[in-house]
């Protein structure tokens, strides 16, 4: 690792160390709204530096999180700590904290440098420092030639950069997102991205963003909190939370997955087969699995882990399965099959386009094959 650069926060991992002591820390919060539980007993710890998601569906209680850390909201129980400090009755304006609306709420009236510079005066900022940390920040966000035009003069784009700017120039030691890049196309939302990674790996600052994106918070997070009706569900890097999640909802919500009901016939230390109906095989699993042998359960594959062919792989005893194709998206970098199997159930699976043409191409109405490796599914029992 060079000098002055950050470290990577997936290899330093504080969460994964017991005496590391979490940046923001929520115990046992719940919110209600009239008889509606918002929020139900969380408790989550964010550690310095992090960009932390909260990823769930409309009305999950992720917004209803993030207000509350920003004291808009007020527990009806629990506590929530920012860097050791109880922020019960604690205004939003005296937090350290700032926030960044989706609607990115710029002054119409002002132009980009005024937007940014608003914080700063209500704060009294000696002059010289102010006008220099704005300059500072428009530069960091690229928009030094753009100081003085008003927000409608702007791209969707350039009105986020304006409002992140104005967020960080006050130098917080908390900024909440709160659907950031849900007012872009995908294009800029993609590169946009990208910059808000950059930023805040420049600065340091911690940042809890919200979204219902999955691709988003796979793409911008050191950990993702899954959300669902109030409660967080799982809390895991991008890779585990994909690879390893431990719910059907989780496996089902972040992503496409195949998911294939059935029940263990054998099983030992280090391996499990299971028979499903669903599939239409018996599924090999090359690791134990901690569950009964009358339970009931899924494996859940993803599309891009199954092999589609015309011919039979060499081993069709286990983990291969037979089904006609009814519909065929082309995406471009990867075509998508669906396939009506023997049992009736319809599977996904993703191919990458590796070439523009190829004269084995699956089609329509084609018989195929469909195989997995022993290590590509992943069982839920819940």
């Known amino acids: 690792m060079s000098e002055g650069k950050k470290p990577d926060p997936l290899m330093v991992a504080p969460w994964k160390d017991p005496a590391a002591t979490p940046y923001i820390r929520i115990q046992n919060v719940t919110k209600k709204f009239g008889d509606f539980v918002a929020v139900n007993n969380v408790s989550l710890n964010i550690y310095k530096q992090e960009l932390f998601c909260l990823l769930g569906g409309s009305g999950c209680g992720k917004s209803t999180l993030l207000r509350m850390l920003a004291g808009f909201e007020e527990p009806d129980g629990g506590q929530i700590f920012l860097d050791g400090q109880d922020m019960a009755g604690i205004a939003p304006y005296k937090r350290p904290v700032n926030m960044m609306f989706q ?49 409608h003069q702007l791209s969707g784009g350039q009105r986020q950069r304006v409002a992140l700017a104005r967020a960080l120039v006050k130098q917080p030691k908390l900024l909440l997102l709160d659907e950031p890049l849900g007012a872009l196309d995908r294009k800029l939302r993609e590169s946009t991205q990208f910059e808000l990674m950059n930023i805040q790996e420049k600065l340091g600052v911690t940042f809890v963003v919200v979204t219902h994106d999955q691709e988003e918070a796979m793409t911008l997070a050191s950990r993702i909190g899954v959300m669902n009706l109030g409660q967080i569900v799982q809390v895991g890097t991008p890779t585990e939370i994909y690879e390893f999640p431990t719910s059907r909802f989780v496996a089902d919500f972040v992503g496409s997955v195949n998911m294939f009901d059935g029940r263990i016939t054998d099983e030992d230390n280090d391996y499990v087969r299971i028979s499903s109906e669903d599939a239409g095989c018996t599924i090999f699993i090359n690791h134990g699995v901690a569950a009964p042998p009358s339970a009931a359960l899924a494996v859940a594959i993803r599309p891009e882990k199954i092999a589609i062919s015309r011919s039979p792989p060499a081993n069709t005893q286990e983990n291969c399965t037979q089904g006609i194709v009814e519909d065929i998206a082309y995406m471009g970098d990867m075509s998508v099959f669906n396939v009506r199997l023997k049992s009736g159930k319809l599977a996904k699976v993703t191919q990458p386009n590796l070439v523009r043409h190829t004269d084995d191409a699956i089609h329509w109405d084609d018989h195929v094959f469909m195989s997995w490796h022993a290590a590509s599914g992943v069982v839920l029992t819940v």
Do not use: C
């Open 103 to 151: 609607s990115y709420a710029l002054f119409p009236h002002m132009n980009v440098e005024d937007n940014v510079a608003f914080g700063l005066k209500q704060d009294h900022t000696p002059k010289k420092e102010l006008w220099d940390r704005v300059k500072g920040m428009l530069e960091m966000v690229k928009l030094s030639g753009f100081a003085s035009r008003k927000p």
